[in-house]
């Protein structure tokens, strides 16, 4: 059974002050079903990637409006899985796909998180992680702990950090729907405001709203972009009871599921949109997806292997940092970027890697041409 | 913090209450949530901790003050206040870690 991506789109990412979760929600529904070139009523079920709305818009029960919207009412799940709400949908899609009771799925991601203030979206950001256990905790300080093990035990540097966040600023400017279009320089970044010691405030993805939808299908569609395999792995909620915190043990279980179930390598992938929330799980994304040695992602990342004319190019969308973070829309998001690229012929293999919360719970996709 | 989800937390405080520990990773949190923003900036820390009898085992807590701790600080869990006076009026005290100047 194949399952193509027949239809995909994003809304733009960033502050967008005139959408709501509701315009969001169904302006990126409608996109990809224009994009896939079908009614409503083809869509057997849809499936809703969000964290927060119920904190952020006091809004639940968004699978019910998703299901409205399309309007003959097809089944609706809501998956969450924090900023792996996306990833996981797909996964979740790809499962009733794989059994047989549907053909033709939606899934879509959103999230609107610009109307709160800082204070209260960063407390609604930190109910991702232990809410006991990591109390007083903040995500930028738990992968702020990450980054602290990862200079300390391979001596990844300062400016290997800020060199992921200038790649990916750059890469951004390409990408029309991006947050921010606009280069920064190493300097800036290396001297950006701290946030939680050593990250600064450069290192740290943004505060995005936007949307995303695919419509996932087993039906034979041509010249469409092919899901050829997913992985999900776990791990612990709190960074505390984690065996090493120089890697992310869920990425590692996820990819190597994806890779032996689409019996392709990590030689073999092109392009990969990885998950990076701070510019550290980019660097600790590229070694437990096997594009570096451990250790060896920010010399690779200084050495421009992570770019075009490199070894593999990472984030070409921008990734979170500069294309944007709008949790529940981030995973499907990332299948959009990759599929396009497939789709136009640039590449022949490319990955998407979603992480929730501090590293509990990460989804890995891969993706190939039909 | 909700009063019952407090009264239920606060079951658990002896157990750690002059349990010593050594700093293995640390940060100080400069952007704070809102009801520590009084705290910030605050250090935040993982601790090892070594029972005779058992394997070692790590924990993460707020640290007391506003300086960052050094990886191989030795610390002990006190209770302190928890951030500020939330709505419900409750003045929320937790664990917290603290210095004891050992290396």
Same mark, same amino acid.
């Given at each position: 059974m194949t399952i193509s991506v027949l239809g995909k789109y994003t809304t733009n990412f960033g502050e967008l002050w005139d959408q709501g979760l509701r315009g969001l929600l169904f302006e990126a529904i409608d996109g990809a079903l224009m994009d896939a070139d079908?009614? &409503? !009523?083809?869509? =057997?079920a849809v499936f809703v990637a969000n964290k927060a709305g119920g904190s952020f818009s006091n809004k639940r029960h968004l699978s019910s409006l998703a299901s409205q919207h399309l309007g003959h009412f097809p089944p609706a799940t809501r998956v969450e899985a924090a900023c792996a709400s996306g990833g996981l949908a797909l996964l979740t899609a790809e499962q009733a796909l794989l059994s047989g009771q549907f053909q033709t799925v939606l899934v879509v991601g959103v999230e609107k998180m610009t109307d709160a203030e800082s204070a209260e979206t960063t407390k609604i950001l930190a109910s %991702? %992680?232990?809410?006991?256990? =990591?109390? #007083? *905790?903040?995500f930028p300080g738990l992968y702020a702990l990450l980054a602290q093990a990862h200079m300390n035990k391979f001596g990844t540097t300062r400016e290997a950090l800020s060199a992921v966040a200038v790649k990916n600023h750059r890469h951004a400017c390409q990408n029309l729907k991006a947050h921010f279009c606009r280069e920064i320089s190493l300097e800036q970044v290396s001297h950006s !405001?701290?946030?939680a010691d050593p990250l600064r405030l450069l290192d740290c993805s943004p505060i995005s709203d936007g949307a995303a939808a695919v419509v996932l299908t087993t039906q034979k569609v041509g010249k469409k972009a092919r899901v050829l395999a997913a992985g999900q792995g776990q791990d612990s909620l709190d960074l505390a009871s984690r065996k090493s915190l120089t890697e992310l043990a869920a990425t590692k279980r996820a990819a190597r599921l994806a890779y032996e179930r689409s019996g392709l390598k990590p030689s073999e992938m092109q392009i990969a949109e990885v998950h990076d929330c701070f510019t550290i799980a980019e660097l600790l994304a590229v070694e437990d997806l096997g594009f570096a040695k451990k250790g060896q992602s920010g010399q690779m990342t200084l050495e421009g292997k992570t770019t075009y004319d490199g070894k593999i190019v990472i984030n &070409? *969308? #921008?990734g979170l940092k500069a294309c944007g973070h709008p949790v529940g829309a981030t995973g499907v998001k990332q299948l959009v970027y990759v599929s396009e690229l497939i789709e136009k012929g640039e590449y022949k293999y490319g990955l998407t890697h979603n992480v929730g919360g501090s590293g509990a719970t990460a989804v890995v996709h891969i993706i190939g041409k039909s | 913090m909700q009063p019952a989800h407090y009264y239920r937390q606060s079951k658990s405080w002896s157990k750690w209450i002059g349990k010593t520990g050594r700093v293995v990773g640390a940060t100080l949190i400069r952007v704070a949530p809102p009801k520590f923003s009084r705290s910030a900036p605050y250090p935040l820390v993982i601790v090892e901790f070594s029972d005779p009898n058992s394997e070692k085992t790590q924990h993460t807590f707020v640290g007391v003050g506003h300086e960052i701790f050094q990886i191989g600080d030795e610390v002990k869990c006190v209770l302190r206040r928890m951030g500020q006076v939330n709505q419900s009026g409750l003045i929320p005290y937790g664990i917290k870690v603290k210095k004891t100047g050992g290396q």
């Open positions: 079908l009614q &409503p !009523k083809q869509i =057997e %991702a %992680a232990d809410m006991i256990n =990591e109390y #007083g *905790s903040t !405001k701290l946030v &070409p *969308s #921008g | -």
